[in-house]
């Protein structure tokens, strides 16, 4: 199993003996996106660790506070689907999370209003994610 071969594992910070920092290298053609996420609270402390073909970005994730990272939406494509016509919602910048995504579709009201939501991908999660003080669950 390819997991269990030595020559496949590594260690963070090169201490074999926390098992938190065991990671398993994986060839980067068996990936197919990537998010590279840091704690907003250790700023100082983070270092890019996927190459800018697997996330050309980052994203910055206030912890233990409940929160939640979300897609961006893709507003000219969201948009430009006939089917949404007079289904999307506008009011997102209105509500807890004041125009944390640039595109201003609030995509859960949106997708309960009958709209399809396309998202942004572009390789680059510093532009694709944002971060809400509410996550879906919740509701």
């Known amino acids: 199993m390819y997991a269990s071969a030595?020559?496949?594992?590594?260690?963070?910070?090169?201490?074999?003996?926390?098992?938190?920092?065991?990671?398993?290298?994986?060839?980067?053609?068996?990936?197919?996106?990537?998010?590279?996420?840091?704690?907003?609270?250790?700023?100082?402390?983070?270092?890019?660790r996927l190459t800018a073909d697997i996330d050309g970005g980052y994203v910055w994730l206030t912890n233990q506070m409940g929160h939640s990272l979300y897609r961006n939406v893709d507003k000219?494509?969201?948009?430009?689907?006939?089917?949404?016509?007079?289904?999307?919602?506008?009011?997102?910048?209105?509500?807890?999370?004041?125009?944390?995504?640039?595109?201003?579709?609030?995509?859960?009201?949106s997708i309960k209003n009958g709209a399809h939501i396309i998202y942004q991908d572009t390789n680059n999660s510093t532009a694709d994610f944002h971060e809400r003080q509410k996550c879906s669950l919740r509701d």
């Open 6 to 48: 030595a020559e496949n594992q590594w260690y963070d910070g090169g201490n074999t003996h926390q098992e938190a920092n065991h990671c398993i290298k994986v060839p980067n053609e068996w990936i197919i996106d990537g998010v590279e996420i840091y704690a907003a609270s250790k700023k100082d402390d983070c270092k890019k």
């Open 76 to 109: 000219e494509s969201t948009e430009a689907l006939p089917e949404n016509s007079g289904k999307l919602i506008y009011s997102y910048a209105l509500g807890v999370d004041a125009s944390t995504d640039p595109s201003g579709i609030d995509a859960e009201a």
